[in-house]
């Protein structure tokens, strides 16, 4: 995931989804979804970085602390 348009684009189609469940009234769903994207944006961020060698398989727990992956953020973002 070398590439930072398929970054963003795996980064936002969950967002698509989830707006369109909200949408239709499944808030249940939605509040799932929203749980669910938390791990999913740490895995896809953490392999974005493995990918390109800044982080080691040692920090995959890492990723899921708060505001852990802030450190990254212009290498996620704009590298």
Excluded: S
């Excluded at 499944?26 to 799932?32: D, G, K, P, Q």
């Amino acid at each position: 995931m070398k590439n930072i348009i398929v970054y963003y684009l795996c980064i936002l189609f969950p967002l698509v989804i989830m707006f369109l469940v909200a949408k239709r009234g499944h808030y249940n769903i939605f509040a799932l979804l929203v749980f669910l994207y938390y791990f999913y944006r740490g895995i896809t961020d953490f392999y974005r970085l493995y990918q390109k060698g800044i982080v080691d398989k040692k920090t995959f727990w890492k990723f899921f602390i708060p505001f852990w992956r802030t450190q990254y953020f212009k290498e996620l973002y704009f590298k």
